[in-house]
């Protein structure tokens, strides 16, 4: 069974801390995304990454950056936290290719900034 | 850019009634439409995935159409049970990326 494991499952931290968000999968798949979900706004893109030093930018990349220096490591940053980045992220993975296969999802970690 | 609807956002049923769940999207050149399930606080789980060369997928009690012409999937879920409460979430696949719609809440009481 694919294995996407994230940091924490609850976390919560102030305006203008950097936050650290870690992702590791254990398939060996060289997609790996990075996605927020908010009440009746569905999931959003933030970045995604297809190959180890590879990313690109999702439909909001604003505010965060992104970190893959081993291929089973994706690392969300939030350089500057702000209370509008109170959400719920989800990591996901997928095997390589052009979106024909699904993704596996990590449980989720929700973010609180105060 | 790729515009996912589900309709309507929240379901409750009687257990044993067959469910309906709907999703449309704008754009018909996508790679797969996906439907997931998600659990309260929990990650997403895939459900069925149906390539655009096919017309439907099935798993047990839990069938998906494809209609790329009008833009639209359904999920049916033949004798839903309590167990069956969950997010159902449909996502269209174009490249990499996944698009994804807000999701249907289905209850289901017993």
């Known amino acids: 069974d694919v294995k996407v494991t994230q940091s924490s499952r609850y976390l919560v931290k102030r305006t203008g801390e950097k936050v650290f968000l870690e992702c590791v999968q254990d398939?060996?798949?060289?997609?790996m995304f990075w996605y927020r979900q908010d009440p009746g706004l569905g999931l959003r893109l933030i970045y995604f990454?297809?190959?180890?030093?590879?990313?690109e930018k999702g439909d909001i990349p604003e505010g965060y950056s992104v970190s893959r220096e081993k291929k089973e490591r994706f690392s969300l940053i939030l350089e500057s936290a702000s209370t509008n980045q109170t959400s719920m992220y989800l990591c996901?993975?997928?095997?390589?290719?052009?979106?024909?296969?699904?993704?596996?999802f990590g449980p989720g970690t929700r973010l609180t900034v105060l | 850019k790729q515009e996912v609807t589900q309709i309507p956002a929240a379901l409750s049923v009687p257990e044993g009634e067959n469910l309906v769940l709907n999703c449309s999207f704008t754009?018909?050149?996508?790679?797969?439409l996906q439907w997931f399930r998600q659990d309260p606080g929990k990650g997403l789980t895939s459900l069925l995935l149906?390539?655009?060369?096919?017309r439907e997928q099935t798993s047990g009690r839990l069938n998906a159409s494809l209609d790329k012409s009008s833009g639209r999937s359904t999920l049916y879920i033949a004798a839903s049970q309590p167990g069956d409460s969950a997010t159902y979430l449909c996502?269209?696949?174009?490249?990499?990326?996944?698009?994804f719609g807000a999701g249907t809440t289905v209850t289901v009481r017993a």
């Open positions: 990454s297809y190959d180890v030093k590879m990313k």
């Open positions: 996502a269209g696949s174009n490249d990499y990326k996944l698009s």
């Open positions: 149906i390539q655009s060369s096919q």
């Open positions: 398939m060996d798949h060289e997609n």
């Open positions: 996901a993975s997928s095997p390589p290719g052009t979106g024909r296969d699904t993704q596996y």
């Open positions: 754009d018909s050149a996508i790679y797969n």
